[in-house]
């Protein structure tokens, strides 16, 4: 029995394996849509989500599965006090797989340690968010057709983004990677990050302030919203959540073929008017992510 807690788990070929079954997916979804008849998926979510949970459901009523699970800590047990290794324990009782998002970091890994089935992290506080990046690594794949020799930059809040943490170390297996870190100074990417995986893989990295200087060059923009509910104050927050607005105007020294991502949800920091730039790429970040949730599923469940 397998989970997925952080995306190095996955090796290049399965990450390779994962993208073809999707994309067999997209091709004939028919074929698929009793792979996982009479399996349960419960969705426990200890925090608000729109895509990642639905997109989970989705995925599981797609391959002919059922699925269970609440969407907020208010309409569970933990409540009342219950710990998470319990909640996994007793929710292994009902389900076949478990797709988790807990606001305390390494919450999901607990679960694993004490379920009986494969238990999925679907963000884990400011720590890690493998689907997204299954999401994100499809929608580059797709959109550059490689995941070599690119320049990929990262805006906004690189300290609390969890998807951007999980993508850099995702990314940081592919050759000739430069990542551009561009962030306040107040939400730079955590030291560990730059210790651990940037510098230890002598990865090209520069860190920035400015979008203005580094859009010519950028093969990928991956722009984040600034995470709210991790800030101890609500006066530092508001100072920095309009750190950066991609708008048309910005765009208008970046390359032809840039591919704007976001993981969304989507506060202030990408104008509407960039959503009909045949650049942006975001909405079908959230269809693809849909796909390789179907493929993970499939693969934890062996079927
Ligand atoms: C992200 C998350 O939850 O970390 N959302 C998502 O799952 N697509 C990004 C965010 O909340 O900013």
Do not use: W
Not at 173 to 202: A, G, Q, V
Not at 218 to 239: A, G, I, K, P
Not at 260 to 288: G, T, W
């Amino acid at each position: 029995m397998r989970s997925l807690i952080d995306i190095l788990e996955l090796s290049v070929e399965e990450i390779d394996e994962l993208i073809a079954t999707a994309n067999g997916i997209m091709a004939d979804p028919h074929k698929y849509s009793e792979k996982c008849s009479g399996k349960k998926l419960a969705t426990l979510f200890f925090e608000p989500s729109t895509r990642t949970r639905l997109s989970f459901e989705a995925a599981m009523y797609e391959l002919g599965g059922h699925v269970i699970g609440f969407s907020s800590a208010n309409n569970s047990s933990a409540s009342k006090g219950e710990s998470v290794a319990d909640t996994a324990k007793t929710v292994s009782c009902y389900a076949d797989i478990i797709a988790m998002r807990h606001p305390k970091e390494g919450a999901p890994l607990v679960a694993a340690m004490n379920a009986s089935v494969p238990v999925i992290n679907a963000g884990d506080g400011g720590h890690n968010h493998p689907t997204q990046t299954l999401a994100d690594l499809i929608t580059i794949f797709k959109e550059k057709g490689r995941f070599n020799d690119l320049t990929i930059g990262f805006c906004g809040d690189l300290k609390f983004g969890r998807t951007v943490h999980s993508l850099i170390q995702a990314l940081s297996r592919y050759n000739n990677i430069k990542f551009i870190l561009i962030s306040p100074e107040e939400l730079r990417l955590p030291d560990y990050i730059i210790r651990d995986t940037l510098e230890k893989k002598e990865l090209k990295y520069i860190e920035t302030t400015s979008l203005e200087t580094a859009m010519p060059e950028l093969d990928v923009l991956y722009m984040t919203r600034v995470q709210r509910e991790r800030f101890f104050s609500e006066e530092e927050y508001l100072r920095l959540k309009d750190s950066y607005i991609l708008d048309t105007d910005k765009l208008s020294n970046a390359k032809k073929d840039l591919c704007i991502m976001h993981p969304l949800p989507r506060v202030n920091e990408i104008s509407v008017s960039v959503d009909d730039d045949p650049r942006a790429c975001y909405f079908k970040q959230v269809l693809y992510g849909k796909y390789m949730r179907m493929a993970l599923i499939m693969k934890l469940l062996g079927v």
